[in-house]
Every structure is written in C-alpha cells, then in structure tokens.
C-alpha cells in the first residue's frame, strides 16, 4: 500500500519555465512533508519542506503547495534551471499520538525532471 | 564537517555471502536510518534507531541486522546474501522529529552503497 505516490516517473520542461511536480498521500495522520532532490550517484539532500497547518512555503525558486483535502501537494521551481535536473522525492512523516515519534519518514517513487536548455 | 559517510560505495557479493555496510555521521544526531532504493520503488525503510543501544524494524527489515553501539555507527548486516538485496542502500540521520519540526529540516544522507549479488 502506497501512502506516498508520484504519479509522474517524469518530467521534461524547458529552461526558464515553470515545473511542476506532483505528490498525492492517503494517511491522513500526515502532518510534515518534505521534499528531496537527487543526483545520480548521490544520496538524497533536503529541498523544502511543509508543515500540515500551512498550505505554502516558498524558499528561493521552490515552492511547496499543500491541500490538505485534496491529500495533495506540489511543488514549484520557477524558473526552472538546467542543473535542478534530478529525481525529486516527496516524503511525508506521520504524527504519533502517543508521542516519542521516530521522525520515520515515508518516501514516494520519484520523478525525475528533465530541463531543457 | 563529513556529514553521513558510507563505505564501500560498491559491492558484488556471491549469494550466501555475507557483508557489514558500514555508516558513520558527525553531526551527533540521535536518530539513523538505512534505506534501500530498488528501480521504481521508491526508499523502503529497512531498520532505524533512535540512540545508541535501540533499534527497530522498518518495512523491509529481513535478511538483515543493524547494531547501535554509539551514537556514530549504525552498520547493517547482511547475513545470507540473496539476489533480492541487490539495490542502492542509503544511510541517514537526523534530529529528533520535534527537533526536525522546529528547525524544519530533514535527513540527511550518505552518497549510498551500490550492491549487486549474483
């Protein structure tokens, strides 16, 4: 069962324009999503992340978008530059009721982006 | 500052052998993890720990063996090699999620450890 689903594998976008990434979940207990960015050969590295009682964040060219009703959000990066070509994660980590949370965090399957020069 | 270390980047093992991934981090975070990214799949959790001493299982957790003895380390054991466990295996660390919350930062990861077994 995927609680965290990208359904794009990928994207192709020119230099300059906006691009758009996309991320769907289905726990609702979610309340902390992030996102990562990955060249190939390295580990993942933070981008930008969202806490569940905001629905934006912007940090530079990146922004994050959240409906929380529509259990969806996006990310933004305009303009979108030649070396933001990567495969981007979106992550989600669930709040615990009973505290003492493990900061587990759960992945979805990629997308890579592709921008055209 | 190195952040998460791991060696050896690469690997071939024979099924049946075994091998340690060895992940080390200086940034005297409480909390490690391992990842394995296989093709399509996403990063599956294999174990985590929240201090030295504690461990737990993540999703994908059989066929191997984690250990915590320091807050440093946190090498996984792979016992019985099989062609199931070829894949790209990160390690990761990070602050405390109420930590993680305030500072809103994430993990951060080592450069991975490609194996194959044949």
């Known amino acids: 069962d995927q609680q965290v689903k990208q359904n794009s594998p990928s994207l192709s976008v020119q230099e300059g324009r906006i691009s758009i990434l996309n991320c769907d979940y289905t726990?609702?207990?979610?309340?902390?999503f992030l996102w990562y960015k990955k060249y190939p050969a390295e580990g993942p590295t933070f981008l930008i992340s969202i806490s569940s009682i905001k629905d934006k964040n912007e940090d530079g060219r990146f922004t994050v978008f959240l409906n929380k009703s529509a259990k969806h959000l996006s990310l933004h990066i305009v303009p979108s530059q030649p070396g933001d070509s990567a495969v981007y994660f979106c992550a989600a980590s669930e709040r615990k009721n009973y505290g003492g949370a493990t900061n587990k965090l759960i992945f979805g399957t990629g997308t890579l982006l592709a921008v055209q020069p | 500052n190195a952040g998460v270390t791991q060696t050896p980047k690469f690997r071939i093992l024979k099924i049946g052998q075994s091998m340690t991934l060895q992940c080390t981090q200086d940034?005297?975070?409480?909390?490690m993890y391992w990842y394995r990214q296989d093709p399509g799949m996403g990063l599956k959790l294999i174990y985590y720990s929240v201090g030295a001493g504690i461990t737990d299982k993540g999703e994908v957790p059989n066929g191997y063996n984690v250990s915590r003895s320091t807050t440093e380390d946190f090498p996984l054991r792979l016992e019985l090699a099989a062609p199931s466990q070829t894949s790209v295996y990160f390690c990761?660390?990070?602050?405390?999620?109420?930590?993680?919350?305030?500072?809103?930062?994430?993990?951060?990861f080592g450069s991975g450890t490609r194996l194959t077994v044949v």
């Open positions: 990761a660390s990070s602050y405390s999620r109420s930590l993680s919350l305030r500072r809103y930062v994430g993990y951060t």
């Open positions: 940034m005297n975070h409480n909390y």
């Open positions: 726990n609702s207990m979610f309340d902390y």
